[in-house]
């Protein structure tokens, strides 16, 4: 399988999905213990995928998104944003309602 | 090799001439910085588009020699 169709498999398995380095009981970078905490403080129920753990999908995700960093995070298969925009979104309650409109809290 | 706010500026301005730029090394280390941007590229784009025609300004940097860039963008 490619690196696209295993992103996508990924994706498609997890309805909450977060690119992240380490795992959300360890985040190994700050943005992505962010992210990660932003989740956890909604009580969504999410995937954390260790990039650190696969090259081949480290690299992969910045081409699958053209998004250069991680974390990247994805709901019901879409991109929502990195560290910056999903903040903004935590912040301003956008993301909250986007999780209930699309039934996952 | 870490970038210093002019360079990161300039190039933000090469690709978007209008833009108004306000730029802070937040621990003064030269590799984690915030950027707020605006300009009336942005206009009627959503978040996404915005900051990644700020990543594409700077030219493949960010996430490499730009580790820690964080921005914030808004139209004009």
Redo the contacts between chains.
């Keep these: 399988m490619d690196v696209k169709s295993e992103i996508k498999n990924i994706i498609d398995k997890n309805d909450v999905c977060l690119f992240m380095k380490g795992v959300p009981e360890a985040p190994q970078c700050g943005?992505s213990m962010a992210l990660s905490n932003v989740l956890k403080h909604l009580n969504v129920n999410f995937k954390g995928f260790n990039v650190l753990e696969n090259e081949t999908i480290r690299q992969g995700i910045?081409v699958y998104s053209?998004?250069?960093?991680?974390p990247q995070l994805y709901i019901k298969g879409e991109?929502i944003?990195?560290?910056?925009?999903v903040k903004?979104m935590f912040e301003n309650g956008e993301l909250k309602e986007l999780l209930i409109n699309k039934k996952l809290i | 090799m870490a970038l210093s706010i002019e360079e990161i500026k300039k190039m933000i301005i090469t690709s978007i001439p209008d833009a108004t730029i306000e730029i802070k090394d937040l621990m003064g280390d030269s590799n984690h910085y915030s950027a707020k941007i605006s300009s009336k590229i942005f206009n009627g784009k959503s978040k996404i588009e915005q900051h990644k025609i700020v990543y594409k300004s700077l030219q493949g940097k960010m996430g490499n020699e730009l580790h820690a860039l964080s921005i914030t963008t808004e139209g004009k």
């Design positions: 943005f910045k053209d998004w250069p960093t991680i991109f944003g990195g560290c910056d925009i903004e």
